[in-house]
């Protein structure tokens, strides 16, 4: 960020210049991360896509290379779109994806890497069998609607196996297929999975998940000790799903759990702005890691005077909550070597109608941690039983509605005087048999510029306040404020753009706006150091 780029990014992924959107083909290759990611050469908007490349040793600072895949054959001549790395057992990485064949068709490509000696990987040599699936009269796939492919994955009886997203009208659709040896697919008789009055499923990722601890698993195991995920993006909302599940591998069907739904009362990686989303098994340190993009809430206008959009979230470590019914996200611990400047705040009574200053840091590049401990449930605030979508009670009761119980929280890229700010907060209303706690990222006063959309959002957060303090992390990075509540279990992603509060003129203050006090536990914060992102030197 400088003084006439006041929303470019200090440690988020982001190119030097132009549209950005989905990440692809995230791996680890001989100790090296690569992250391909959808990128458009001409312009701030989307169009003309080609795979950009950057690796990087260590997730946080990244080299760039010219883009590994771009239009050279007729079945990705209009585009090429996104896909998935699987590295084959013998070590090769091979890259399907999505290309846009002369008569706008959608179609799957492999590429190989040109030298495996050539650590970063920078030549790619598309198959001479391409394209290896393709929507036909027989299969009666949809031409507009089959994108996507995921990383592969062995099945016992040592085949291939994949899924690409796809709709029939208003079902949406992970397509399965089949194959020996990487060069022919035989579609399946039945799609892996699909659901109702979804609509097109893009970007769609499948994975298993230990029922024990943190750690990943690769993507080939099964068995009693894993789950399954299977997470889609919807076109028609632009909203992430996933759902908790069992793979028969037999049978090759996908079941989700009771009550897992790819809609509305469903679950989400994140409760913001965070799409098209990839993980990948980082064997270097036995993780599962998510790569999401952040798209923009700036008008097409103003993306092309800044000359850019779009940046992707810091990569976030994924494993399953202790109860299994939920996934949690934290930022890779590499993140932290950017910090410094630590501040340290000792517990501190945060009277209802309060505010207070934290000082010290550089508020518009920023980590902040932050936990509460609230003791006196009085006056918490009944919840409706009509309350049940999250996003719309944190609107209707944003950060300056009054409460009992809460809102209390942080108040980031804020303005001396607070006529900007972006609110990230809790409420804990009183529920049926337990406390309900309600987790918020308001944007309505982040902007004086009335062009963005501002939209508020909110999850529900699965932690009893009565034996937990509830914690909330914020990376805040000048048009980027990503949040964490109760140590991953709710995530949400904003993009904001403040006229007054940029630079060194932001501010960050933690608030409560309840009529009861709460507690601060515990409050650590650090100015962020910048990354060296794609800079060639
Ligand atoms: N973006 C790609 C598609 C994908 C969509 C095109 C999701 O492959 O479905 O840029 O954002």
């Known amino acids: 960020a400088s003084a006439n780029q006041p929303y470019r990014t200090g440690y988020h992924f982001q190119p030097p210049k132009n549209w950005i959107n989905d990440p692809n083909g995230p791996m680890v290759y001989k100790g090296l991360y690569h992250l391909f990611y959808q990128y458009n050469p001409k312009g701030a908007v989307w169009g003309n896509i ?102 592969a994955w062995l099945g016992p009886d040592k085949k291939w196996r994949l899924i690409i997203g796809s709709k029939i009208h208003r079902q949406g659709l992970a397509i399965l297929y089949k194959s020996e040896d990487f060069v022919h697919w035989i579609q399946a008789q039945s799609p892996l999975h699909s659901a109702k009055d979804t609509g097109m499923w893009e970007c769609p990722d499948f994975f298993p998940v230990s029922v024990r601890g ?31 599940g069992s793979y028969d591998i037999v049978k090759d069907i996908y079941t989700p759990d009771k009550g897992s739904v790819e809609s509305d009362s469903g679950l989400r990686y994140d409760y913001g702005k965070f799409y098209a989303s990839k993980t990948f098994f980082d064997t270097a340190k036995h993780r599962r890691i998510l790569w999401g993009w952040i798209n923009e809430s700036s008008s097409v206008h103003d993306d092309v005077k800044k000359g850019w959009a779009g940046v992707q979230a810091i990569p976030r470590k994924l494993w399953l909550s202790k109860s299994g019914k939920q996934l949690v996200q934290w930022p890779i611990v590499e993140i932290q070597k950017l910090r410094s400047n630590h501040l340290r705040l000792p517990s501190k009574l945060l009277k209802g109608g309060s505010e207070i200053e934290v000082s010290g840091v550089t508020a518009a590049q920023a980590d902040v941690d932050i936990s509460f401990k609230v003791t006196d449930f009085e006056k918490a605030e009944v919840l409706k039983p009509s309350w049940t979508n999250p996003q719309l009670l944190c609107s209707q009761q944003g950060a300056s ?7 209390f929280g942080l108040l980031v890229l804020a303005s001396e005087g607070l006529k900007e700010n972006t609110a990230v907060f809790f409420r804990i209303f009183k529920g049926q048999n ?32 009565e034996h937990q303090y509830l914690s909330l992390r914020s990376l805040i990075d000048h048009s980027i404020v990503e949040s964490f509540g109760g ?27 309840g009529s009861e006090a709460v507690e601060i536990a515990e409050l650590n914060a650090w100015s962020m150091k910048k990354a060296k992102l794609n800079l060639k030197d």
């Open 50 to 151: 080609v795979w950009a490349h950057s690796t990087s040793k260590d997730l946080v600072n990244w080299t760039p290379h010219d883009p590994a895949i771009y239009p050279s054959q007729p079945s990705d001549i209009n585009g090429c779109w996104s896909g998935s790395a699987t590295i084959l057992p013998d070590g090769k990485p091979a890259i399907l994806y999505t290309g846009i064949d002369p008569q706008d068709k959608q179609v799957q490509n492999l590429a190989m890497p040109k030298n495996l000696s050539d650590p970063y990987l920078r030549e790619w040599i598309k198959s001479s069998k391409n394209p290896l699936m393709q929507p036909t009269a027989q299969n009666q796939i949809n031409a507009s609607s089959f994108r996507d492919p995921t990383t």
């Open 214 to 244: 943190q750690n990943g698993v690769d993507i080939s195991v099964n068995g009693p000790f894993v789950k399954h995920v299977l997470k889609v993006s919807l076109d028609d909302t632009k909203h992430e799903y996933y759902t908790l």
């Open 401 to 407: 509605v009054k409460g009992g119980l809460g809102p």
């Open 434 to 465: 337990k406390y309900v706690v309600l987790m918020c990222s308001d944007q309505s006063r982040s902007s004086l510029n009335e062009d963005n959309d501002k939209t508020t959002y909110g999850a529900f957060l699965d932690v009893d306040p």
């Open 487 to 513: 140590g991953g279990k709710a995530c949400i992603t904003a993009r904001v753009y403040p006229t007054l509060a940029i630079n060194n003129a932001a501010h960050l203050y933690v608030f409560n706006n």
